[in-house]
C-alpha cells in the first residue's frame, strides 16, 4: 500500500503501516514501574485514600431541595378583565383597519405603475 498526494490539495498524505507501530508499541518497555500505573480502586481504597490528601477528591452535590407545590394566580378583578376585554376589542379594530389599508397602498401602487406605462405610450404616439 502507498499514499499519493493529490496536486490540487494543499495536504501531503502521509502512510504508517499499522502492523509495524502495533509491534514497535508491544516491544517498547513500560518506563514506569507497575505500582505507580492508575489502578481501580475499591470502596476500601477510597476511604483509605481520603486519608491521603491529594489523591481522590471526592465531589458531592449540595442537598437537593423538592420544588414547593404550583400555586395558581390569583383572579383578575372584574375592573381589570374588562378593561382587558376592551383593550382586545380595540387591538383588533386597528389591526384590521391596517389590513386594509395594506391592501389598499398596494392596489395603489399597481395602479400607479399602470397609469406610468399608459403616459409612456401616449407619449410615443404623439411623437410618431
Known amino acids: 500500500m502507498s499514499a499519493t498526494r493529490d496536486p490540487s490539495e ?6 504508517t503501516p499499522m502492523g509495524k ?19 481501580v480502586l475499591k470502596t476500601g481504597d ?35 378583565v374588562s378593561q382587558l376585554q376592551k383593550c382586545d376589542l380595540r387591538l383588533r379594530e386597528q389591526k384590521t383597519a391596517l389590513e ?11 395602479l400607479e405603475k399602470r397609469l406610468q406605462f399608459m403616459l409612456l405610450e401616449l407619449e410615443e404616439l404623439m411623437k410618431s
Not at 490528601?53 to 381589570?80: D, V
Not at 386594509?100 to 399597481?110: D, F, I, P, Q, V
Open 46 to 80: 477510597a476511604h483509605e485514600a481520603n486519608h491521603r490528601p491529594g489523591l481522590i477528591r471526592e465531589y458531592r452535590a449540595r442537598e437537593i431541595h423538592p420544588l414547593p407545590p404550583a400555586t395558581r394566580p390569583a383572579a383578575l378583578p372584574e375592573s381589570l
Open 10 to 15: 494543499k495536504v501531503t498524505f502521509l502512510f
Open 21 to 39: 507501530l502495533v509491534q514497535k508499541i508491544r516491544e517498547t518497555p513500560l518506563r514506569e514501574p507497575a505500582e505507580s500505573r492508575a489502578r
Open 100 to 110: 386594509t389599508l395594506n391592501k389598499n397602498l398596494r392596489e395603489l401602487e399597481t
